[in-house]
């Protein structure tokens, strides 16, 4: 009964191919978000949903795209992969509003070759 | 952009020893200050966090010191355990939005035996 969980673990694919990873939450949150971690540690928040509407979109290139069919789900589709976006991507999730825990999946290593 | 300045970037602690690691942020209207551990191949968690109408918080052997004047912050591991190795992470931002947190770069906890 994983709170957070997204798939795939790994992914490794070459240079212009188009990837999506998913996530989904089952802790009834309102909020969800996309983190990047580079190889240094840094998390970098990417975007976040609330109640299927974007509300922050940090300036990440325009062929990151995020997909929330519904409150429980938030998916990032990567089109044009370039070797730039090797890093680790954890989906979080969250109530809306001040004092509410981040609560994040356990990451996709993506790798592009 | 607004930063988050945390240091040192690795600690190697002795069992029993004292964990001291720093964070310092420049907006004044953040207002809300969590810490966040990582273990390998996990997402991060919440360990604790504080308003700055305090100046202490303590859960157990974790307590985050706040001074506000000075806008750093930091978080003291009393009697160091080595499963407390791992990457802790401070975090700043407005308690109204979480997806405004931004994060320290990190410090990598070492807790020898």
């Known amino acids: 009964d994983t709170a957070v969980s997204q798939t795939p673990k790994y992914l490794v694919t070459q240079m212009g191919n188009d990837k999506s990873i998913k996530c989904e939450q089952n802790l009834g949150h309102d909020t969800m978000y996309w983190y990047k971690q580079d190889s240094k540690k840094f998390l970098k928040i990417m975007f976040s949903y609330n109640n299927k509407e974007l509300i922050i979109n940090e300036t990440v290139p325009n062929r990151f795209s995020p997909k929330s069919p519904d409150k429980a789900h938030l998916n990032l589709h990567i089109n044009s992969l370039e070797l730039g976006d090797s890093a680790v991507y954890f989906c979080?999730?969250?109530?809306?509003?001040?004092?509410?825990?981040?609560?994040f999946g356990n990451g996709t290593r993506l790798t592009v070759t | 952009q607004q930063q988050v300045k945390q240091s040192p970037q690795s600690l190697i602690v002795q069992k029993g020893g004292i964990s001291i690691i720093n964070c310092a942020y420049e907006n004044t209207a953040f207002d809300y200050f969590p810490w966040y551990q990582q273990f390998p191949g996990k997402g991060p968690a919440l360990l604790i966090a504080i308003r700055p109408d305090v100046s202490e918080k303590k859960e157990g052997r974790f307590t985050i010191s706040f001074n506000k004047s000075a806008k750093q912050f930091s978080l003291h591991i009393m009697d160091s355990q080595p499963g407390d190795s791992a990457t802790y992470f401070c975090?700043?931002?407005?308690?109204?939005?979480?997806?405004?947190?931004?994060f320290g770069k990190g410090t990598k906890l070492s807790v020898k035996p």
């Open positions: 979080a999730s969250s109530h809306s509003g001040g004092n509410s825990p981040l609560h």
């Open positions: 975090a700043s931002g407005d308690g109204g939005s979480q997806g405004n947190l931004i």
